[in-house]
């Protein structure tokens, strides 16, 4: 039997929302995640450094016994947030990034930054301190396409603000473009992209080609397929400006089976499985490892896990459920439309 051990993975983009939804979803991180980077976009959002240290603990608080894990806290920019909250967070470790959501981007972000300028007093402050900030990289001007809407943002509103303020460490998030990924790899420096797994895997047809397919849509929207394979080449390349981060973004199957369907698609349970098939298409399950458990860490200056995961493929494709059952309601599984062989070992 094939098998391979990498260091334990991190999930450096992860929503794990709150209450019976927090309780249904995160075994699904725990069971072989060490690390993740926790989105603030809750209702309402994590925007102070004590709202993160509440969300931390019932965060801990859900995680079944025995799951060692470490939620890496992020806040939610606002025009109003304070840059020496933000230092103390950062000082006091408890923050690892602020997120920036442009007003309407996506879920649960209307109370995200309209005016940049107003945002600039803290991002100055993050530039000094070396915090990192996550984008949610698109504009959302009505006037732009919406499969245009990363490549826009990249011209007026990241390029713009990383030459302003070049000492800002920035991480492109959920990269869907061909344009982000040459855009990171032209950068000089302070200059990083995540990849989520539902990018490596479907193309906009999966959206729609032969009916509305809800559970393939996500922000941002998946691209044509010349994107795709750019983020594949990027992911496998070993370059250690791309890393994983899931996006995993749960809701429950009625939001988005609907006239007006939520975006977020839901990987946490089967994202292992799918990366090493992916990684094996492309003839590089070696640099398996550096995208999911070397490069993040490495960027957001953490030392790798110590322990190791074991993926093996089996003769017969594995089952994950077609949904989870949550306090909050089923939550429809990401299904990559190709039967799935590796399986992460279970730990002993
Ligand atoms: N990715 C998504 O489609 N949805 C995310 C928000 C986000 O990451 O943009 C969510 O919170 O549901
Ligand atoms: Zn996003
Ligand atoms: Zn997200």
């Not at 300028?117 to 402050?125: D, I, Q, T």
């Not at 729609?208 to 929207?221: A, E, S, W």
Request: glycine letters at 6%.
């Amino acid at each position: 039997m094939q098998s391979i051990t990498i260091r334990r993975p991190d999930d450096w983009h992860l929503h794990l929302r709150d209450g019976a939804m927090l309780e249904g979803v995160i075994a699904d991180t725990s069971r072989t995640f060490a690390r993740a980077i926790i989105m603030p976009n809750l209702v309402p959002p994590v925007v102070t450094t004590s709202d993160a240290a509440a969300y931390r603990e019932r965060i801990l608080k859900a995680l079944p016994d025995g799951h060692r894990f470490q939620p890496l806290m992020t806040l939610y920019l606002t025009e109003h947030t304070s840059p020496d909250d933000v230092e103390a967070g950062a000082e006091s470790g408890l923050i690892t990034a602020v997120k920036l959501y442009p007003a309407g981007a996506t879920t649960n972000s209307h109370g995200g930054v309209r005016d940049m300028e107003k945002a600039m007093p803290v991002l100055e402050r993050m530039a000094k301190i070396g915090l990192p900030l996550c984008v949610h990289g698109e504009v959302t001007t009505p006037d732009v396409d919406i499969f245009d809407r990363e490549a826009v943002f990249i011209d007026t509103v990241l390029d713009p603000l990383r030459r302003r303020l070049p000492e800002l460490k920035v991480t492109m998030e959920h990269v869907t473009t061909a344009d982000g990924i040459d855009y990171i790899k032209a950068a000089k420096g302070n200059l990083a992209g995540s990849i989520t797994t539902h990018h490596l895997i479907i193309n906009r047809n999966a959206i729609l080609v032969g009916g509305i397919r809800p559970h393939y849509y996500c922000l941002p929207v998946a691209k044509r397929e010349n994107h795709r394979l750019a983020l594949r080449a990027a992911a496998v390349s070993g370059d250690p400006r791309f890393f994983l981060g899931t996006d995993s973004a749960p809701h429950v199957d009625p939001l988005k089976e609907c006239a007006c369907g939520c975006a977020g698609i839901y990987t946490s349970i089967n994202t292992m499985s799918c990366l090493a098939h992916v990684f094996e298409e492309e003839g590089a399950l070696d640099k398996l490892e550096a995208f999911a458990s070397l490069n993040g860490p490495a960027w957001y200056g953490f030392q790798p896990n110590e322990e190791r995961i074991t993926l093996a493929k089996q003769a017969e494709p594995v089952v994950f459920p077609a949904k989870i059952e949550t306090g909050a309601g089923p939550v429809t599984v990401f299904d990559p439309m190709f039967p799935l062989r590796w399986q992460v070992v279970p730990r002993a």
